[in-house]
């Protein structure tokens, strides 16, 4: 491992350099709140419209019905067919939702 240069001073790594986004996602069933990461330069909307059935989500935190939290763990996968909508978040992914109820 380790950085690799070509002629012109361009440098590769086995490493992907990705942004957190913190992320609220409505199933069918639960309300979880974690991050999702992209490539750098890429969108929230890139990642999501990419191949693949899962969404992972990292230190995930699940709410029920109720905005009871009921799992919290630090990788979760989410399949696609599941997502009634997600959209970004602040930064704070606090242990209960601030608004269970939706309000929207």
């Known amino acids: 491992m380790g950085l690799r240069y ?3 001073g361009k440098f590769f790594t086995e490493f992907i350099s990705k942004t957190e986004i913190p992320v609220t996602i409505q199933t069918t069933t639960n309300l979880v709140r974690g991050f999702v990461y992209v490539r750098k330069g ?3 909307s890139d990642e999501l419209n990419s ?3 899962f969404i992972p989500i990292a230190d995930a935190i ?3 019905a109720n905005g009871e ?3 919290k763990c630090e ?3 989410v399949h696609r067919d599941h ?3 997600l959209m970004p978040e602040k930064e704070e992914t606090g242990d209960k939702p601030d ?3 939706g309000n929207a």
Do not use: N
């Open 6 to 8: 070509d002629e012109k």
């Open 42 to 44: 890429e969108r929230l």
């Open 51 to 53: 191949s693949g059935c």
């Open 62 to 64: 699940v709410f029920d």
């Open 69 to 71: 939290k009921r799992y």
């Open 75 to 77: 990788f979760l996968a």
């Open 83 to 85: 997502i009634i909508w």
């Open 99 to 101: 608004d269970a109820g």
